[in-house]
């Protein structure tokens, strides 16, 4: 074990050109990114706790209130309750004042299940299959993980979708200010990948004629048709099931083909085979919209991006981050002319690239 030696006081001219490594050499570094590692596992269980005991939607109804009213009302015990309200405080994720606790407008937006950017059903699903971070160590040895979403895509992706649908349309809507697409009142979309088809809906609330072909899995789709009608854009949707590596797609034939948060479980060969079959399938001057996590070139400055790539990793067969440069380069080969990323809201980001006339 390396000693611990006693150590001077850092002073300004502690730098690294002429003393070598603060931290290393002179102090030691705090151990908090370790602690919070270890405290992100009890954060993520408090907010699916309070989350499946219904705590934000209730303290929405009763307002301000103190742990006994707040507990006779949930049935549960009050002192463990208390507990948890405290850490949910302690998270940033509800307000307290004395013994009074209240929404703050995070848990108002995000937590409720009605609230206005509401991720209260995305919690539960988005880290993936629990068991399978339990097992990351064996997944980065075998090279796979033990039990894939793949083996049964639709159980999974139908609880994602619907929890990342607020979200993503949400993301859609705001993507009109970037790309206009509700100039062109009779676009036609091809959206593979669709889930609930937040994208589809967007375009086709805004276009008046507009129709799109809505593809996912056969399962998947029924969320598709019940989203779908409930926006009132059902009857201008083709739904076509199926998988999006070897599905019937015309040539030709649309304004606008989406690929939203569908390459990064391809593999390199999967996402870039996807870009080439969106190229064939738009008209020239058509554009394609591919909307995922992306990392840099030195896969560090997009901390979301990169865990994102690791969720993806720790139960996917084949998933990955997908850097700029890469999907740059595989628009860029299909064929594709003037790319350009957009983020129409905060941490969602859009290529967008346009198929040249000749
Ligand atoms: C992360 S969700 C994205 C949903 C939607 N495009 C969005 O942006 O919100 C990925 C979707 O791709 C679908 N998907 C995955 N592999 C597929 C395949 N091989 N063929 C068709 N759909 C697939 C999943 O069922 C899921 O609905």
Redesign the pocket.
Known sequence: MASDTPYPELKKTHTMAHKGRPWTDYKPPPAAPVWSVIEGLGSYYILLAALELNVFDTLESTGPVGVDILARKLDVSEPHLQSLLDSLVALGLLDQFVNIYELNDTAERYLTSDGAASMSDLVPVAPGPHNNWLSLAETIKNGKPGDPIDND??SF?IP??EG??TT?LRTAIRSDLKIRYSASPDLKVL?????????SIAFLSACPEATSVV???AE?LEVAKRKTVEHEVFDRCEFRP????DIEIESNSYDLV?L???CR?EGEEGAANLIDRAFLALKPGGRILV?DYFIDLERKFNPHGVLMGMTMMASTINGFQISNEQVSLWLRESGFESLRLVEPIGFQFVYVAVKPFN
């Not at 959206?191 to 994208?199: E, F, K, M, R, T």
């Not at 199926?242 to 590596?245: K, S």
């Open positions: 895509p639709a992706y994602l979708v990342t649908f993503m959206d593979l990948g669709a889930g609930g088809a937040p994208w593809n996912d899995f998947v199926g998988n999006f590596q989406v939203g948060h569908v479980t909307a």
